[in-house]
């Protein structure tokens, strides 16, 4: 037995929850490394040859995968939706990255953390799910926790939170490609889904890219590898995340990206967040911890056949 067979075996043992919440630990790990690095290279890029190039350098770190599964690992059976859901993509990694270079990587962070918010309406609006009324609430409160981290800068006005803005109109459209990830595991297998992701979304962005070229030293280049070994991994991680368990199991992991953002924000530009950051993520956190609680239940409610049809 083959070592990667005896650690899928070992994997496997641990239980689809913690299974979940190990995927996601290593999901915000790649993910506060891959904001870090990718914060420090829109200092000298413009943030949309920054996505190009990020997803471009991705799509060649798969290509060993490709190599050894074969060109099948491309076959998607539904490229419609890919080529939906990677424009939404694009869009929303397009907004986050043009804010990245202006915002701290803990505040960044913590307004992520409003993505099951926007899941939840979202799966209402497309999907027709029924929202409650504490769910509502639940909802509301996570916005309270977006206006607490913001509370320093409420003070100087709307221009001077347009990066912040930004981030959070951004968070709505990553949710809805999020959303559409979900439906695509119906017809293709995770990598095929990371792939093509890689693929188009450097590909639909390469227009602007080339429009705001810049020349690039081997420094940028070496952490552009770095960015798309994080960038894919961090997907693939979170892919695998979804699908071993619920979003409720994997939550306590989750809020730990907080901790690895404000160590690297600290350690690179001697950053210290405010407590209104930390307040307001515990906040966001909170409310989208009991939204995906109560999404399990009302899962495990209706049954596996019905759950995975919805």
Not at 88 to 108: D, K, N, Q, R, Y
Not at 158 to 183: C, E, H, T
Not at 272 to 283: D, I, K
Request: proline share 5%.
């Amino acid at each position: 037995m083959s070592f990667s067979e005896q650690a899928a075996r070992r994997t496997e043992a641990l239980g689809p929850a913690i299974r979940g919440m190990l995927w996601m630990t290593l999901c915000g790990l790649c993910f506060a490394g891959l904001n870090a690095t990718t914060r420090v290279i829109t200092a000298d890029l413009h943030s949309w040859q920054t996505v190009c190039l990020r997803y471009a350098f991705g799509a060649l770190v798969m290509l060993p995968l490709v190599l050894r599964a074969g060109m099948g690992v491309l076959r998607t059976n539904n490229l419609p939706l890919q080529v939906g859901r990677c424009l939404v993509h694009s869009l929303g990694t397009g907004m986050w990255f043009l804010a990245l270079p202006s915002v701290p990587l803990a505040e960044i962070t913590a307004i992520s953390f409003t993505s099951p918010i926007f899941l939840a309406i979202g799966a209402m609006l497309f999907f027709r799910e029924k929202v409650r009324g504490e769910r509502w609430i639940a909802i509301a409160v996570g916005f309270l926790g977006v206006l607490i981290v913001l509370y320093p800068k409420l003070e100087h006005g709307i221009a001077a939170n347009w990066a912040s803005l930004l981030l959070i109109a951004a968070a709505p459209v990553s949710a809805g490609s999020y959303l559409l990830a979900k439906r695509l595991m119906r017809y293709d297998k995770i990598e095929t889904i990371v792939l093509w992701q890689a693929m188009l979304v450097s590909l639909f962005t390469l227009p602007l890219a080339l429009f705001y070229w810049r020349p690039m030293t081997l420094t940028i280049l070496a952490m552009f590898v770095m960015v798309g070994i994080l960038g894919s991994a961090g997907h693939y991680a979170l892919n695998r995340s979804l699908k071993a368990t619920d979003i409720a199991a994997t939550q306590p992991a989750r809020f730990l990206e907080l901790v690895w953002a404000s160590a690297l924000g600290f350690l690179i530009w001697s950053d210290v967040p405010p407590v209104w950051t930390f307040a307001g993520a515990m906040v966001i956190f909170g409310a989208t911890t009991w939204i995906a609680r109560r999404e399990a239940i009302a899962a495990r409610a209706l049954g596996p056949d019905t759950g995975a049809r919805s």
